[in-house]
């Protein structure tokens, strides 16, 4: 593993983190702001995105190890499982939603809120990066 493939690895991880950190806070929130339906939505929709990001990781990592083992071969063969669990996100999604819409009666705007703690945990990561390069810049 080069330092590019350990870099990448690390900062995946952090955003599985923030994700998680972001859905309980915004879970905490909600529950002061709003009351414990939407910070139950809340932190329904962190935990999805969570698994959402897992999933889809674990998607393209297959992507990649299939790709370079199969590479001298004319058509390339792919397991079900792997469509399967891609297509799974979407069923998670899909379930969840019926099921807050259907049973529950959970804000589904609590839920999508929830779900943005993976874009906010990106955009945070994003920006951790840009100002570590922009000081190692100053520094050097």
Known sequence: MNGA???DERAQQRVEKLTLALGFAGAIAALFWRGWPEAAG???G??????????????????AKLSLAQAGQETPRMPNRIF???????ALLGVALY??????YWPVVAFVCGLFALVAAVLLE???EVVLAAGRRMLA
């Open 46 to 63: 962190g935990i999805v995105a969570w698994i959402n990001f897992r999933w889809l990781r674990r998607f393209v990592g297959w992507i």
């Open 84 to 90: 399967l669990q891609m297509f799974g996100r979407y």
């Open 126 to 128: 994003v920006l951790g």
């Open 42 to 44: 809340v932190m329904l």
């Open 99 to 104: 099921v807050m819409l259907m049973r529950f």
């Open 5 to 7: 493939e350990f870099f």
